[in-house]
C-alpha cells in the first residue's frame, strides 16, 4: 500500500516561508527581504542536477547522495496534495511542464475543472476537504506513494489526521524570523515521530523521521 | 577569547519547554502531559553517564560520542548564564551540589545576595540587564567559554544581541504542540549561523551551528 509522506525544507527557525512571500508581492522580492531569504532556504535544492533538470533551469547541477534523494522524492510519488496558496503561487511559476508529472489534488473552495498540463501533470480541484482528496490521491497513485506537497497549513492539517507516515525535512541554516511556521496548530493527541536518517549536507541537514 | 555559545534540547516543533512545565505545576507531571514531554526531550541526555554523575542520578549510563559532547559542554563552560524561571525551578530540582560549577548570573529584577552553592557554583543576581550579565560572565569565564543556558527567553535576547557565537541543538523528535518556542522575538538584522556539525543520536539529532 502506498505511503503518505512530506518532504519539506524547512528554516532553522521553523517556517517554511518567510514573510511577505505571496503573490501580491511576487514581483517584489525585496520585499521584507522574502526573496533572499528563500534562496538561502532552497539553495541546498536549486543546486541539485535532478531538479534543475525538471524544472528546466538547464544542465548542470550536483549529483551525489542529495541528487539522489531529491530523485528518489520525485519518483516514488504517485500522487500530491497540495493547498490553493502554493498552487496560486505555482500556476503562476511553474514551467508550462509543471514539476510534478501525477494527479495533483488541490485542497481549494473553488469548483474547477481539472486543468491538464503536458509531461503527465494534471490538478483536480478538491472541495470536500483533506480526507476525500486523500482517498483520491491514493487511488491515483497506485503502487506508488502520496506526497503532502505544502504548504504549511496542508502539511498541518494531516498531520491532525494522524496520517503522515514519513517527514522529511531539509533544514537550511536560515532564520527567517517570521511567516508561515510548518509546526502549528497541532493539536492533542500529537502525532509520533521515531529519527529514521539523518544526512549531513553541506548547506541544509536532512532529517528523516517515520510515524512511531 | 572566550565563545558565547547556547546548548540545548528542542522538540521537533520548535519547544524548549512544553506548555504546563512551571513552577505551579511541578508536582503535577501529569499536567499537560508536561512531565512525559519533557522526558521524551531529555531522554538522550537522562542517560548520559556524565550527566548522571553530575546530577548524582547514580553510577552506570552510556558512554561515547554524545557523552563526550556532554563533558566537553560542561568543561568548556567558564560561567553560565540564565533566567530567573530557570533558575527557580532549578533551586528547587537541583542538587545541593548545583550542576554547573561555575558562577552563574541570573537575570532578574530581584535584588539578592551572591549564593554559594559546594562545588564551585556560586549565583549572582543581575538586575542591570543581558549586556551587563555578559559582561560579568566574560570576566568570569577566564579563558573558558559562556554559556547561555536558558531558558528561551534569554537565549532570544543573546540571538538578538548578535553574540551567540555557537548554537549547539540537540533535536529530539517528540512534539510538544505548544510551549515555550526557542525562536521567536528575534528582530533584525536577523543573526546568521552556518552549519558546522552534525551527529545523529538515536534519540536526538545534535546539531551545531557557528556564527556566519
Known amino acids: 500500500m502506498s505511503k503518505v509522506f512530506a518532504n519539506i525544507a524547512l528554516s532553522l527557525d521553523g517556517y517554511m516561508a518567510p514573510e511577505g512571500m505571496a503573490i501580491e508581492h511576487w514581483e517584489t522580492p525585496g520585499y521584507k527581504d522574502w526573496g533572499a531569504k528563500w534562496g538561502a532556504l532552497m539553495n541546498w535544492l536549486l543546486s541539485q542536477k535532478y531538479f534543475r533538470e525538471n524544472l528546466m533551469f538547464g544542465p548542470g547541477g550536483e549529483t551525489g547522495p542529495v541528487n539522489d534523494m531529491v530523485r528518489s522524492t520525485m519518483e516514488r510519488s504517485g500522487a500530491n496534495i497540495m493547498g490553493k496558496r502554493m498552487f496560486e503561487q505555482g500556476e503562476r511559476s511553474w514551467p508550462e511542464e509543471a514539476p510534478f508529472h501525477t494527479p495533483v489534488f488541490v485542497l481549494t473552495h473553488e469548483a474547477r475543472d481539472p486543468w491538464v ?88 541537514t536532512h532529517l528523516r523521521y517515520v510515524r512511531a
Not at 480526507?131 to 492539517?157: F, T
Not at 494522524?162 to 533544514?171: D, P, S
Open 117 to 204: 498540463r503536458p509531461g503527465g501533470t494534471t490538478f483536480f480541484f478538491v472541495n470536500d476537504g483533506p480526507e476525500s482528496a486523500l482517498e483520491q490521491a491514493r487511488k491515483a497513485a497506485g503502487n506508488r506513494d502520496v506526497r503532502i506537497s505544502g504548504g504549511a497549513s496542508v502539511i498541518q492539517q494531516y498531520l491532525n489526521l494522524g496520517v503522515i507516515e514519513e517527514l522529511e525535512i531539509a533544514l537550511a541554516p536560515v532564520m527567517f524570523g517570521a511567516g508561515r511556521r510548518l509546526f502549528e496548530n497541532l493539536h492533542e493527541p500529537l502525532p509520533k515521530f521515531r529519527i529514521d536518517q539523518v544526512h549531513a549536507g553541506a548547506s541544509a
